[in-house]
């Protein structure tokens, strides 16, 4: 029934009277419950059923929706809009715990801003909700500083790696990840380019190789079962984008 009701609201079908209804005599909590299912796939959806009544208008705006909420369609670096009321709504979001808006702004204040624990610290938080993205970058982050981080990363690493079950479909997961992570790095003004960091030893020899794609870019072809190797290599990878 849920997934019903939360059909009808995105598809606009709120004016029909028999749809109203039964969506207006919804309990709070299922109306929460639908809300927070609707913004999780648009925020245009969730804006305008925000617009169909007062019970909705409340519901839309507790805190279980607003850390669902895409906000896809919002820029990166928000602090340049003009807009004050599209600014606190993504303030509000980091402020609830919205994955996304925590990564965006993670990435902007370690990279950009050189507000580098607060943003390791909210890259930390979207990793533990299971955002793929800042996962990746906070295990890099970590596997960069060497000593006990070094370890909690390659954990971490090794945890999204593990989720998939063919060598190919690994290489394909990371390097889509990293094609979303490129471009959030490309709306910023990079400051932090990780430049220091450490290396893992390796007594194996690289065998890995680059190929040239049609795009004329690098693309590792992965040949070697070294773990400090391919680790190293997917850090170099990471670092690259931010130069």
């Given at each position: 029934?849920?997934?019903?009701?939360?059909?009808?609201?995105?598809?606009?079908?709120?004016?029909?009277?028999?749809?109203?209804?039964?969506?207006?005599?919804?309990?709070?909590?299922?109306?929460?419950?639908?809300?927070?299912?609707?913004?999780?796939?648009?925020?245009?959806?969730?804006?305008?059923?925000?617009?169909?009544?007062?019970?909705?208008?409340?519901?839309?705006?507790?805190?279980?929706?607003?850390?669902?909420?895409?906000?896809?369609?919002f820029p990166v670096i928000?602090?340049?809009?003009?807009?004050?009321?599209?600014?606190?709504?993504?303030?509000?979001?980091?402020?609830?715990?919205?994955?996304?808006?925590?990564?965006?702004?993670?990435?902007?204040?370690?990279?950009?801003?050189?507000?580098?624990?607060?943003?390791?610290?909210?890259?930390?938080?979207?990793?533990?909700?299971?955002?793929?993205?800042?996962?990746?970058?906070?295990?890099?982050?970590?596997?960069?500083?060497?000593?006990?981080?070094?370890?909690?990363?390659?954990?971490?690493?090794?945890?999204?790696?593990?989720?998939?079950?063919?060598?190919?479909?690994?290489?394909?997961?990371?390097?889509?990840?990293?094609?979303?992570?490129?471009?959030?790095?490309?709306?910023?003004?990079?400051?932090?380019?990780?430049?220091?960091?450490?290396?893992?030893?390796?007594?194996?020899?690289?065998?890995?190789?680059?190929?040239?794609?049609w795009e004329g870019r690098?693309?590792?072809?992965?040949?070697?079962?070294?773990?400090?190797?391919?680790?190293?290599?997917?850090?170099?990878?990471?670092?690259?984008?931010?130069?």
């Amino acid at each position: 029934m849920i997934m019903i009701v939360a059909s009808n609201i995105a598809a606009g079908e709120l004016e029909q009277g028999n749809n109203f209804a039964m969506i207006n005599s919804l309990p709070s909590d299922l109306l929460v419950d639908v809300l927070a299912r609707v913004a999780s796939s648009s925020f245009t959806d969730l804006f305008n059923s925000k617009l169909c009544c007062r019970d909705f208008r409340g519901a839309t705006e507790e805190e279980c929706v607003l850390e669902q909420v895409s906000i896809v369609g919002f820029p990166v670096i928000h602090q340049w809009l003009k807009s004050e009321k599209v600014s606190w709504f993504l303030n509000r979001c980091v402020e609830i715990g919205n994955p996304e808006a925590l990564y965006r702004q993670g990435m902007v204040e370690y990279f950009s801003s050189t507000r580098m624990e607060s943003g390791l610290e909210k890259l930390r938080r979207a990793s533990q909700k299971g955002h793929p993205e800042a996962s990746y970058v906070y295990g890099i982050i970590l596997v960069c500083m060497g000593g006990q981080s070094s370890v909690e990363g390659l954990k971490l690493l090794n945890a999204m790696e593990g989720s998939t079950t063919s060598q190919s479909t690994r290489f394909t997961v990371f390097q889509d990840c990293r094609k979303r992570i490129e471009a959030v790095i490309r709306t910023m003004w990079i400051n932090n380019n990780l430049a220091g960091r450490q290396r893992r030893n390796c007594c194996h020899e690289n065998t890995s190789r680059l190929k040239q794609t049609w795009e004329g870019r690098s693309q590792v072809e992965d040949d070697t079962s070294c773990e400090a190797c391919k680790w190293d290599r997917e850090v170099s990878l990471f670092c690259d984008m931010l130069r």
